[in-house]
C-alpha cells in the first residue's frame, strides 16, 4: 500500500512541475502572410567599363579598327559593325527585372551614324533580341537604358557605325555599363493603384538624396510631352520609375530625375524631379528654361499609349495649363530655342531650333505619341474651367 502511495506522490508531482514550466515559457505565435510585412525595395547596382581605345577579342567583327581615339570604321570603308565577346552580369539576383544602363564617350559628327545594341542569355547559348538604344538627343550625353528577364545571366554588345557625307567617321573612345536592380515593389502597394492616382517621390520609393534642386529662371510658359523610350511590357512600373531615376541621376550625371511629372501605362502620376514645378527640369534639348516635363512611360515610336495613360495625361496638362495661364491650344515665344512653339509640345519640337546650343536630333515623344497631341490639346482645353 505504501508503495501505491508512494507512486501516486510521484506521479503528481512531476505533474505539477510540467505544468509550472509550461506557465513559465511564453507563448509566441505561428506567423502568418497577413502578419509579414514585404521587404521595401532595395536599389542596387554594378558597373564595368570597357575601353575601346585598345584592341578587344570580338564575337564578330566587319570593317572595323582601334585607334587610341577609340574604335571607328576601317580606311576607306563607309560601315563598320563590331560584336563583343559575352560579357557576366555582374549583380546578383535582380529584381524584378535586370536592367542596364550604357553611356559612351566619342566623337560623332551630325550626320555620321553610330547605334549601339544588347542583348541578354540566360546561359550564353540561347540570346533575346536585340534592344536598340533610343539615342534621343544629345551626342555629348548619349546613352541607352535597356530590360532583361531576371534571369539573365550574360550580355552581349553591337556597336554599327556609318561615315558622314564627308567621310568622316565616329570614334567611340569607350563604354560605361552599369546593371540595375530597382527591387521588387511590395504587392500590396501594387495591388492599391489606380488611374489618374498621384505617387508621391517617397510613395514610389525614390533613393534618398542630398540633391537640391536649381530653381527655374523663368515662369513656365511651355508644358513639354516626352516619352521614357523603354519598355512596354513589365508589370510592375514603380520599379521602372527608379530604374530611370538612376540611369538619369547617375548614369546622366543629372543627380535627380530629369522630367517633373511621369505618368505610367496603367494612368498613375508620379512626382518626379525634387523641387516640384518651380525646379529647372533637364528634358528639352538642352533648352529647359521656362519649360516644364512630362514624360509617359514606355516607348511610342510604334505604339500607342493606351486610354487610362492619356486620359492622366491630358488631366495632368489641364491642371497645369490652369496654374500658370496658358491656352492649351494656343502658342508662345520660347527664347531658349528662339522658336514659336504650342504651349503643348512635343520634345521633338526642339529640333527645329537654329540655336547652337539646342541639342537636336530627339524621336522623343514617340511618333504615335506625338500624331496625338492635336487632339490632346483639344481635350485639355475641355478640361480647363
Known amino acids: 500500500m505504501k508503495s501505491v502511495y508512494l507512486l501516486v506522490f510521484l506521479s503528481l508531482a512531476v505533474l505539477t512541475a510540467c505544468r509550472k514550466e509550461t506557465a513559465s515559457q511564453p507563448a509566441t505565435p505561428t506567423p502568418t502572410p497577413a502578419t509579414i510585412p514585404e521587404q521595401l525595395p532595395q536599389l542596387r547596382t554594378s558597373d564595368a567599363r570597357v575601353d575601346l581605345t585598345t584592341p578587344l577579342p570580338t564575337a564578330t567583327q566587319q570593317d572595323t579598327a582601334f585607334t587610341a581615339r577609340g574604335v571607328t570604321i576601317a580606311a576607306e570603308k563607309q560601315t563598320a559593325t563590331f560584336i563583343s565577346q559575352t560579357l557576366p552580369v555582374t549583380i546578383a539576383a535582380p529584381t524584378p527585372f535586370l536592367a542596364l ?14 547605334t549601339l545594341s544588347v542583348r541578354a542569355s540566360v546561359n550564353d547559348q540561347d540570346w533575346g533580341a536585340w534592344q536598340l538604344s533610343s539615342l534621343d538627343g544629345d551626342p555629348r550625353t548619349q ?5 532583361f528577364p531576371s534571369e539573365s545571366r550574360f550580355i ?13 567617321a565616329p570614334f567611340v573612345q569607350d563604354l560605361k555599363f552599369r546593371f540595375i536592380s530597382p527591387g521588387a515593389t511590395p504587392q500590396n502597394e501594387q495591388a492599391k493603384l489606380r488611374p489618374a492616382q498621384s505617387l508621391t517621390r517617397k510613395q514610389w520609393h525614390c533613393p534618398e538624396t542630398s540633391f537640391k534642386s536649381k530653381q527655374q529662371s523663368a515662369r513656365v510658359t511651355h508644358l513639354i510631352v516626352h516619352h521614357t523610350a523603354t519598355t512596354n511590357e513589365v508589370q510592375d512600373w514603380p520599379a521602372v520609375v527608379r530604374t530611370i531615376w538612376n540611369f538619369h541621376a547617375v548614369t546622366n550625371g543629372w543627380r535627380d530625375l530629369g522630367y517633373h511629372y511621369l505618368i505610367d501605362p496603367q494612368g498613375v502620376i508620379y512626382e518626379g524631379r525634387a523641387g516640384g514645378d ?12 521656362g519649360t516644364l516635363g512630362i514624360a509617359m512611360v514606355g516607348n511610342y515610336l510604334s505604339t500607342a499609349p493606351n486610354g487610362d495613360a492619356l486620359q492622366s495625361l491630358e488631366k495632368l496638362l489641364a491642371t497645369k495649363c490652369q496654374q ?3 491656352d492649351p491650344l494656343g502658342a508662345g515665344f520660347h527664347a531658349s530655342t528662339g522658336l514659336k512653339l504650342p504651349h503643348i509640345a512635343g520634345h521633338l519640337d526642339a529640333n527645329a531650333s537654329k540655336s547652337h546650343h539646342v541639342c537636336a536630333g530627339t524621336h522623343c515623344p514617340g511618333e504615335r505619341l506625338y500624331s496625338l497631341l492635336p487632339e490632346i490639346r483639344k481635350a485639355v482645353r475641355e478640361n480647363v474651367h
Request: charged share 25%; proline share 0%.
Open 156 to 168: 552581349q554588345y553591337r556597336i554599327e557605325m556609318e561615315r558622314d557625307a564627308k567621310h568622316q
Open 143 to 147: 546613352a541607352g537604358l535597356f530590360f
Open 324 to 326: 500658370f495661364n496658358l
Open 101 to 114: 544602363s550604357a553611356k559612351w564617350t566619342s566623337v560623332i559628327s551630325k550626320d555620321a551614324r553610330f
Open 278 to 289: 518651380k525646379s529647372a527640369g533637364i528634358h528639352f534639348s538642352c533648352a529647359n528654361t
